[in-house]
């Protein structure tokens, strides 16, 4: 837990130089436009600790993996997103010294991400040993307008002294992964070019053979007044820049403006690229910088229009929750359906791949609720293009007859992780790609999404849960054996609630979403069950006896679910009892210890009561959430969360904010001490279910939206915005009261504490006005 | 399965070149003495197919492991046999050719692994591409008189020309492990020497500093009379090497004597050990080459005399079984309390480590029925020097006051294996550790060793056990969870029977130890209790408590014992069912696949009801046998010859057989095309006890010899010969009666098939003159 940020409610400032964190703070303060994106490096040398980082979405590379002991049916490579050409390069030279903020004295540091207009800066006076001064600042973004390109403002101020200053504005893309397995090296360089001012480099990944263009281009102001430099081009492996001397004088501002393009082969013709990467760059140095970032500023300003939340009286949660939305809207956009959301988004490289099940789990419900609806439509296709791939996987794994397993961590559709227990055993993935199309035809109504591409993705993942699971002679019901469910503090179980649960869930809303694509277009109907061979009576008949003699483990005595067969047979303690100083658990006890223990790393029965919770009464949830909450020990960034909602719905408000706290700032405040590697994208998603689903009660049924909020203790109130079926609403909760606000042109009419309200389009309801005592 | 090799009752012979196969044969043909060996390596270059492979015992290199995902607990090293310096490297050139059976013509190419005398020879003709013909031969001995020296005697005779032939033997000790996980090299040079027809080396491993020299001396024989040759030395980076050249004749013949010596700082103090080596190596030249091999064929004669198996009527069958005596024979000799036996021995770097449970499960018996006492009794004492260590990883699993978890791999008593689910879990091989000191006491008598030893080794494993159960309120039972049985086909299951069974032994025969040392050495008990804070009356009632209510899976309805706990809920059905082509398991079915059926690897159930036979009716065998043979794949080495045994045993004479083929010759004939990279070492010991105890039934009960032979239908008679306490019998058994011969100087009185009959001193009884019907 660090606290060396201070808090603003629209701003992540870090005030002094705090060199020991400088790579939590270059996590945080990442800039990402969806398309392509970097940590928050220092554009001048630093030979600091830094972890320089640079990402082109969609870019990839399939490094050999490293297993200790090879299983069949292993992939043989781990897709790394890839650390790409640095574009953001400006060494600075004054005379024979070099600015580098780690061997110069610096003073008046402060660095600032500006999450309202979406920007980076930061400025300081560096006092080189020669006794130099001189005042720097600089801008950077990455324009959410012309996502292919940032722009960077540098500007030098010679405070004591007149010298020739010389300038080396770079693109470097002899660049390494931190993270390779292997130490090699991703790229290759295919071709470069330099001319006045201007340099180009095109790089082509190893293996994959994508083409990507990183260029520069550069302009200089003196004065005030656009100057005419000479430069120097250089070239070297990999390497472009161009080196301008420029006379400065004690007192006067000197301005590198540097405009960069980012191109690659998934959106160009490889032979094209260096002519569109030329092109992209007229246009941008056409409008300049000034009118590229008033631009962003519309542009980020018309998304937290759309998807702001506020909270009044506590600045630190302000920050927080602000923060999560701003990283979520910087890594993923929607615009591309081949694109996902990364574990780190653009703020690292660890773990690699693009798509866990955090992005239907957790990240859906966000854009569902705050972007276009076609965002989290994009996010389905990604899955629906990917299923030939989880066919495959599948019939690696020994399945048959068009049965699809989508992989725990992938790039491309191709599975990407090799751990046997994860990759093989932690099946219930499947479950929440399934969830995920019944939760977007829930939330938006789209039901033609099943006729489009929903059902055949939904036929292909039941056809896996009817080979997966095995009758059980000595039960005579249906089991599950060997699986990891979403507690992955358990391996190689049997019977894990919640799978068997998602499970036989997913074969019911196939039957009903096969009536439903009959019923739409019967002829898309026949269509589509003749290409895949969907034989609708033998296959239904056994899905529905799968449904009927399903085996749930079950304590008659508690009266709850057993995460597990046998997990009775555990000696059953609260975390409470863990000695001192032995969490977190995973840091310090051996796998075994842990895997035989009671205790869970997140949410897992709990996740199902949370995603079915319409077919559980409130007296369950408590049962099993007395029972399992207790035991839990949120070693993985996606479980306060939930846990956060279900104590909402159970009116527990102190224990709702706790686990709500642990979330919200986890990044900001480095709360597992390991930001440094990148921030966790997807559990960001968490937090704003946590405020959203549980402090504000929203949730969807049968085509209504409904609303149960109540302001936690310690804040004055909170406000969000959710869009739902066309409509822009804003909900204030006080301790008081609730007010809703329809930003649409028509009147809508919503659910507030189980009474309908209807709200006049253009006007505001203030609906509950008594304190809120859920 | 490969069958290229002509089958001979004393050797291993290659009668023509097989090129393709040159690693396997390589393997075979591997040379040790328990203290150095290699593998059939060609002296002369060659650039074909070719594993180089020489060894030294107990000289080790920790190799930083490779796995996915780091757990807390893993070891950091996975320490590995190292290849050492190459010291059998003779080249020869012709004029401008150089010797290279991979690009000459071989012609009348023999190669033979004589094992009753313990050496390998080789014969050929190789014409070059110059049309030069050249006969060859070589004889090589890794001296088991002299255990730090080997010997070559390399003839060449030129066929169809005079010419200079440029004879260069060399030490190259720049050498990497084939397997080494990130290309390493594990060996730097210390210093090296050479001098008038000799040269050493001296190498020290990174990491782990072993020193060791290795030298070589070189005599030259032409007209049968020794040649004063000249001789250029040369030095290189890590080799060291002398040039002679020597005229030839047509038909003359030229023999080079290499004497080689390697000794290691395992021995001698590193800075005496060139003058050491100088020394050994004129002990050795002075005796020569022929006094050495005789006495190398004297000791070896010596060694058969105690342990050979006769079998007559199946020369394929007498050669597997000779083949495997000899090969265990060179790898462990029991000299030295400090070595064990590698997976490989000297014949192959895979695996790595030099212990595992085999050792105590397998081998031991085989040494105790075929050696002197003190030679399993080392093998004991091994892992009584390694208890403190054993103590130090329980702890590093969070167990305490002195439990004891001896590692799955080691080669210093500290873990190398990196598989949470082996590593942590694969906990049975503990108790095979105290098994081993039950089975020493039982067959020798030698109960002093429990003062001596091993009682501190029992209780600190009855530690382990005793805190690695858990009360089960469900079950109202002591339960084990999360373990990993014999068979590895199954990962992180509860309640495996037979760790369960083997647990608690272990707490009741440590019960039973207490009392014999009490009585034995009342003082040494007071000692050793107060030295290991021994609190009997508490820790022998937590013990009782255990054994008195330990869960044991069992299934009233075929009333068997169950693998484990739930193993019912899998879909039973017998290996015949698999569909063909899908086997071996391992090589066709992802691993999660593998775990959820009920496709066993290895004897699990089966292997306790074979350690505690005393403790079951043979009706219980017979069911646990018939449930789950039919259901075992063997796709461990290790597995037929435990069902080979209880096959004899049960009287399926068929079945023992088969399941004797499977492992006789799994090496010979490349059974699982794995033979290239060594020889299955520690499995071997599993042949002799189908033999000894499944053929031959020989047990040990109340002090006395149990035999209950019977000759396998397409026998016509086998004899083995067996140690106990002093005398050494052997027993010969044909279709119609079992002879038993003592080569002792006193009387012994042994139970055959359940009678009492005395041998007397050397002289032989035929007890049984009727046929066999077991």
Redesign the interface.
């Known amino acids: 837990m660090k606290q060396y940020l201070t808090n603003d409610p629209w701003c992540v400032v870090e005030d002094g130089f705090h060199r020991e964190h400088n790579e939590v703070t270059e996590s945080l303060m990442s800039l990402g436009n969806g398309r392509l994106g970097g940590r928050g490096n220092f554009e001048e040398k630093f030979t600091g600790k830094t972890l320089p980082g640079n990402y082109v979405a969609g870019v990839y590379y399939p490094d050999k ?5 090879w ?3 292993y992939p043989d490579y781990f897709a790394k997103v890839l650390n790409a050409a640095n574009w953001i390069g400006i060494d600075v030279d004054i005379e024979y010294e070099s600015l580098d903020l780690n061997t110069c004295e610096v003073s008046g540091f402060r660095r600032v991400l500006n999450m309202q207009e979406g920007y980076l800066e930061r400025q300081f006076v560096a006092t080189l040993k020669s006794g130099k001064q001189l005042k720097v600042s600089s801008k950077r973004f990455c324009s959410i307008v012309d996502d292919e390109a940032g722009a960077i403002r540098y500007s030098i101020t010679p405070l004591n002294f007149d010298a020739k200053i010389t300038i080396t504005p770079y693109i470097d893309g002899a660049i390494r992964n931190k993270d390779a397995n292997y130490d090699e090296t991703f790229w290759d360089e295919v071709r470069k070019e330099t001319a006045y001012g201007e340099a180009y480099i095109e790089l082509r990944t190893r293996k994959t053979g994508f083409h990507v263009v990183t260029g520069m281009c550069v302009d200089v102001e003196q004065n005030g007044a656009k100057f005419d430099y000479q430069s120097q081009p250089i070239k070297y492996e990999k390497y472009v820049a161009n080196r301008i001397s420029l006379d400065c004088r004690q007192g006067q501002e000197t301005v590198i403006y540097k405009y960069a393009v980012n191109l690659s082969s998934l959106n160009y013709d490889p032979d094209e690229l260096i002519k569109e990467a030329h092109q992209y760059m007229q246009r941008i140095t056409r409008k300049g910088f000034d009118k590229m970032l008033f631009e962003q500023q519309q542009a980020w300003a018309d998304k937290w229009k759309m998807n702001d939340i506020t909270i009044d009286g506590d600045i630190a949660a302000q920050q927080g929750i602000r923060f999560n939305i701003f990283q979520l809207n910087q890594t993923y956009t929607g615009e591309d359906e081949r694109l996902n959301i990364g574990p780190k988004g653009f703020t690292g490289e660890k773990y690699g791949g693009s798509t866990y099940w955090d992005t239907e789990a957790y990240c859906l419900p966000f854009y569902l609720s705050t972007a276009d609806q076609k965002v989290a439509r994009n996010l389905l296709i990604y899955r629906y293009k990917q299923l030939e791939k989880a066919i495959e996987n599948a019939q ?3 399945f048959r007859a068009g049965a699809a397993l989508y992989p725990m961590v992938t790039m491309n559709g191709e599975e990407c992780h ?4 994860i990759t ?2 932690e099946i219930h993935r499947n479950g929440a790609i399934a969830y995920a199309i019944y939760d977007y035809v829930r939330y938006t109504g789209d039901e033609t999404y099943l006729v489009d591409y929903g059902l055949e993705v939904l036929v292909a993942i039941s056809r896996f849960w009817s080979q997966r699971v ?6 005579q019901q249906y ?1 599950m ?2 699986v990891t469910g979403p507690n992955e503090y358990e ?4 019977n894990n609630w919640y799978t068997n649960y998602i499970a036989a869930w997913t074969l019911r809303y196939t039957m009903q979403a096969v009536d439903t694509v009959k019923r739409l277009n019967p002829e898309a109907y026949a269509e589509l069950a003749d290409r895949i061979h969907f034989r609708e009576e033998k296959e239904i008949a056994k899905a529905k006896h799968i449904v009927e003699n399903m085996h749930y483990p079950f304590d008659e005595t508690r009266q709850v679910f057993l995460q597990q ?2 997990f ?5 303690m609260p975390v409470s009892d863990i000695p001192k100083g032995q969490r977190p658990l ?8 842990i ?2 223990s009671c205790f869970i790393k997140q949410a897992d029965v709990l996740q199902g009561l949370y995603f079915f919770e319409d077919e559980f009464d409130t007296e369950t949830l408590k049962r099993n959430f007395d029972f399992y909450e207790p035991m839990t020990v949120h070693e993985s960034s996606l479980s306060p969360c939930v846990h956060s909602i279900q104590a909402s719905k159970l009116g527990m408000k102190e224990k709702a904010y706790e686990m709500y706290l642990r979330t919200a700032r986890l990044d900001l405040d480095d709360y597992n001490n390991d930001t440094e590697d990148g921030c966790h994208i997807t559990s960001m998603a968490g937090t704003w279910l946590a405020v959203v689903k549980g402090f504000g009660g929203m949730r969807v049924a049968n085509d209504q939206l409904q609303l149960a909020p109540y302001c936690p203790d310690g804040w004055t109130s909170f406000a969000f915005k959710i869009r739902f079926r066309g409509a822009l609403l804003q909900v204030t909760t006080t301790q008081e009261q609730v007010t809703v606000e329809n930003f649409s042109t028509s009147s809508t009419t919503i659910q507030v504490r189980g009474k309908a309200v209807t709200v006049a389009a253009n006007s505001k309801q203030t609906v509950v006005v008594k304190k809120a005592t859920a």
Request: avoid cysteine; charge should be negative.
């Open positions: 993996t490293r297993v200790g002991w299983k069949n049916g690696k794994l020994g090799n751990e046997w227990e093989f055993e095995n009758w059980s002679e000595a039960k089991v054996l060997g391996n190689n179980v049997n067969s046998d009775l047979d555990k000696e059953i995973n840091q310090n006890w051996s796998w075994d210890r895997l035989r």
